[in-house]
């Protein structure tokens, strides 16, 4: 089969966060060594796996989805942060992302402002720094070499119970606005910020919720339902074909991972 295009979709990766992915041996501009958890370890085994996986695959852009740092999480005083600083947290994000964002298109967006800087863009510097162009928060456009188009942004809504309820509602009011001609014709919804995977395909018209690289984070929100909030660990690869078909494969972690809420003997 030969594609037109491979676009692997990266996002939610939380860099700096002690739940999430981050580089080896991390050490800071002031000399001190960054230790990363087994939890991370496991994260950055399946990293290293996925990027094999966009070699395999021809992958030809890159989309980095938003909340690529963890930012200062001041609403719980820097709890859960293994790096204290912003600049830090955004050089540690460039050193990650940069072999996957090497000789490919790569194309950003913002995430959620409270994984950002209050007063900058960080995200816009990191996404810069890899030889990415940044769009804001959303992206319109037609997707080169096919005669498909895409709509991209991070993200924010979520269902109170069941997870395809926001994809569905979107997907409705979108047709609504088309059928209006306040938006383009849009082959492709593509998402994240939930961190789990969703594919919903209808014809001619797909929805994807892209998976994220931080494992479950134990707070108030999360455990008001614990089963519910367990992520998809990894990323999205989207292939389109000869005949313009849109093909979706998510490549996840096997093995669920748990950083402080592992499975003791009491």
């Known amino acids: 089969m030969k594609f037109k295009r491979v676009i692997g979709v990266i996002g939610d990766t939380h860099v700096g966060s002690a739940f999430a992915v981050f580089p080896p041996d991390y050490t800071t501009e002031r000399g001190n060594r960054i230790n990363i958890n087994q939890g991370q370890e496991k994260i950055y085994e399946h990293w290293l796996k996925c990027t094999k996986e966009l070699d395999k695959w021809n992958t030809d852009t890159i989309i980095l989805i938003g909340d690529l740092i963890q930012g200062l999480h001041w609403k719980r005083a820097g709890m859960f942060n293994i790096l204290p600083e912003l600049q830090e947290q955004g050089r540690a994000s460039e ?17 959620t402002r409270y994984h950002d800087a209050r007063d900058i ?42 997870r395809e309820t926001s ?9 609504e606005a088309q059928a209006l001609q306040k938006l383009f014709e849009c082959d492709l919804l593509l998402r994240a910020h939930n961190h789990f995977y969703l594919h919903i395909h209808r014809n001619r018209f797909h929805y994807v919720i892209n998976p994220c690289w931080q494992a479950l984070v134990p ?21 389109i074909d000869s005949d313009d078909r849109i093909n979706p494969m998510h490549f996840l972690m096997e093995e669920q991972v748990h950083v402080t809420d592992y499975v003791r003997q009491i």
């Open 95 to 111: 050193i990650l992302l940069g072999p996957v964002c090497k000789n490919r298109e790569v194309l950003g967006v913002s995430g």
């Open 121 to 162: 863009a960080l995200e816009k510097g990191v996404i810069e720094a890899v030889g990415g162009k940044y769009y804001g928060y959303v992206i319109n456009g037609d997707i080169r070499k096919t005669k498909r188009s895409a709509n991209i942004m991070h993200g924010a809504s979520g269902a109170v119970v069941y």
């Open 167 to 175: 994809a569905s509602r979107e997907m409705l009011f979108f047709k």
């Open 219 to 239: 707070d108030d929100y999360t455990m008001m339902n614990y089963a519910k909030w367990q992520p998809d660990i990894g990323m999205t690869i989207i292939t």
